[in-house]
């Protein structure tokens, strides 16, 4: 499939897939640690669901919104002087949120740890400059499969805490962070085509109000990223609240949840490069919008689980959907329109916690949430056939 390309331009793709996906799963890993512990300190503070909700999304608002400027950044510099740079940053808010000694001082720290999530805005750049169109379904998939970090910090925090205190958990990432922000200095490059060329904030004004498209891309990663990111860090707290798990159970369940999603993520890029990602995304909205009304009443812990992970598969298939199009439809402005898509990704992600939280609180009850969450896939389910459908035959006619 790559016989076209030049030995040494191979091994700087799988290079540039290695480091990129390695850098994309720790950080996910530091920004999804504060979620295992959520139950913990809602009982050592005493929150209540709305407190522990904010807790749990604080670190996605920034890891969202600066995922806009990172995209610019990286098409200007390049993600080798980004990348390294956010990973030794990331080594103070994981050091202080060790520290944290009240709820407050958690919520200062979890904010600035959510530059963890920008990185995802530096990697897709990367992995699509050194891959052709006809592989960033399956190449940007497995560079998704970096979401297993979440997986790692809902494995490793509930027990780690236990063990040596509620610090631990973040002061083990800080010499790995350091390691790999090095390695990712020393040894990460760009393409040898790359020209830095990011765009400046009225040039990207622009460019947004001229291209339609990254506005609809970016309401389905709202969705399919969104959803992923909110229930997988908001499930130990539902879990143990609805099903009285304790916190060690309901973080394996949320941490099983995670993988499914990571693995469907490379199968949905690969499913997107041979029949289409508008087919896809298709099949992931209509499934979605039903399986969270059956959430929405309230099944048992096993059909629960049934559900949760057949959600899981469908976000995770989506997610590599959204990003087939992203680099085969913008070309050199990746950058910035991943970006773009990553922030309304992220957000999707912030909003539903605090959402679930204050609707546990006002009616005892998570279905006006799950509802929510319905709605919302059946917009998106109109918008792919009124208005993707003809993207996607075309970019399918281009051999994108």
């Known amino acids: 499939m790559l016989s076209n390309v030049r030995p040494d331009e191979r091994t700087g793709s799988q290079l540039a897939l290695v480091l990129a996906t390695a850098g994309f799963t720790l950080c996910f890993a530091v920004w999804g640690l504060i979620s295992p512990l959520a139950p913990v300190f809602a009982r050592q503070y005493g929150l209540n669901g709305t407190q522990t909700g904010l807790l749990v999304a604080v670190p996605v608002i920034l890891g969202s919104l600066a995922r806009i400027p990172m995209g610019i950044l990286t098409d200007r510099y390049g993600a080798r002087i980004v990348f390294s740079g956010l990973l030794l940053f990331l080594i103070l808010p994981t050091i202080g949120a060790g520290f944290a000694d009240s709820y407050l001082w958690l919520l200062f720290w979890g904010f600035w740890l959510g530059f963890a999530g920008s990185s995802f805005a530096i990697g897709v750049p990367l992995v699509a400059r050194w891959y052709p169109p006809s592989r960033h379904g399956f190449a940007l998939g497995i560079y998704g499969v970096g979401n297993i970090g979440t997986t790692v910090a809902l494995l490793t925090a509930p027990r780690l805490s236990v063990a040596y205190g509620p610090g631990a958990p973040f002061w083990v990432f800080v010499p790995l962070l350091a390691a790999l922000g090095v390695v990712f200095w020393l040894i990460g490059r760009e393409p040898p085509w790359f020209v830095g060329k990011g765009k400046t904030v009225g040039q990207l004004a622009q460019f947004l ?37 304790d916190t060690a159970d309901a ?27 508008v087919r896809v995304l298709l099949a992931t909205f ?34 590599g959907a959204v990003f087939k199009l992203v680099p085969s439809y913008f070309g050199s402005d990746t950058g910035v329109v991943t970006g773009l898509v990553g922030a309304a990704g992220g957000l999707g992600g912030f909003f539903p916690p605090i959402l679930m939280g204050l609707v546990h609180d006002l009616t005892g009850s998570y279905a006006i949430g799950f509802m929510l969450l319905s709605e919302f896939a059946l917009v998106a389910l109109a918008v792919t056939v009124l208005v993707l459908t003809g993207v996607g035959e075309s970019l399918r006619r281009s051999g994108r």
């Open 251 to 277: 973080a394996f369940r949320a941490a099983v949840f995670v993988v499914v999603a990571t693995v469907a993520r490379p199968l949905g890029g690969y499913l997107s490069d041979r029949w289409g990602a």
């Open 209 to 245: 109000a001229e291209h339609p498209l990254a506005w609809i891309l970016s309401l389905f990663y709202f969705i399919t990223f969104g959803g992923f990111v909110a229930l997988s860090l908001y499930l130990p707290t539902l879990l143990t609240s609805v099903y009285k798990l």
């Open 286 to 319: 209509t499934l979605v919008a039903a399986l969270a009304v059956a959430l929405a009443f309230g099944p048992g812990l096993a059909a629960a689980m049934v559900v949760y992970l057949s959600c899981a598969f469908l976000l995770g298939a989506g997610n």
